[in-house]
């Protein structure tokens, strides 16, 4: 049980709905931790085939809370706190070796943008917004953000974004390519749900292999990227999920995947 998160687990779908409404679900230390501790859970329970991580009331997360740095001793480190805080966060949801799908209920905001963008299938309702608040009260971007948004969109509009910090619209969002798909409201819900089914149903493993090739693929050259690959498919070729996939081809009927 958690105070400032909440974790449910419907067969093979877990669920992280971030939980202060009030504050449009403000990032503090206990949410950070419970947040961390939920995504570890969802990574460590084989019966997790895909996570969900989504926001309570009108907002997916505005970012860290303000509240909590007014009240910081002077020798406080920023730079510690992102290391233990949002970027153990981004990278558990990064490198967890199962689709993480972010369904943006509404405004994310400074590091609840860079954490919704981690997310590797991202549902933005077309209630949602996001702004890039960092340059707003005079900081970096931070928790990815520098990292994923020119690889996002490329260069030109991720500077803009970063130094204008320009609310952009979910309709922006999706004709940038920031998200895959815009959905009204009252539809999130369902077309959420319906995600997640199909990815419970994916070979699990083979999707987890591509995000460790994703995770890799920007520093590295296309030869070493290739090799990279074939080492990747050694894993993915000798699994359970494989043998059913060209069982069921030659079968001419759908495959039934186990993620094993
Ligand atoms: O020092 C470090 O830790 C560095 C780390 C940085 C990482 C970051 O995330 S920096 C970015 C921090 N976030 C922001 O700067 C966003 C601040 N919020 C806003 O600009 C606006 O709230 C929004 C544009 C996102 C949404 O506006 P709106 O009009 O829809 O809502 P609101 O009325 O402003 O907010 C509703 C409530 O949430 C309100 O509380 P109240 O008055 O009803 O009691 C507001 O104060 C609270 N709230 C919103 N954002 C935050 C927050 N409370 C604490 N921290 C927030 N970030």
Redo the contacts with the bound molecule.
Sequence with gaps: MYETVQYDRAGAVARITLNRP???N??NDLMTSEAQDALQQAAQDTHVRVVVLTGAG??FS????????AN?PDDWS?AE??RH??NRWVTLMREMEKPVVTAING?A??????IALAGDIRLASDRA?F?P??V??G?VP??GFTWMLPHLIGPTRAFQIMVTGD?VTAHQALEWGLIHQVIPSEQLEALVSEWAERLAHAPTRAIGLTKRAFNTTMDKTLAEMMEYEASLQEIAARTEDYREGVAAFLEKRPPVFRGK
């Design positions: 009030n504050k449009l403000a990032l009108r907002g505005v970012g860290q809370d303000l509240e909590q740095v910081r920023v706190h992102l805080g949002y405004v905001a400074g590091a609840g943008m860079s917004s702004v608040a960092f707003k009260i900081l931070d928790s609310t």
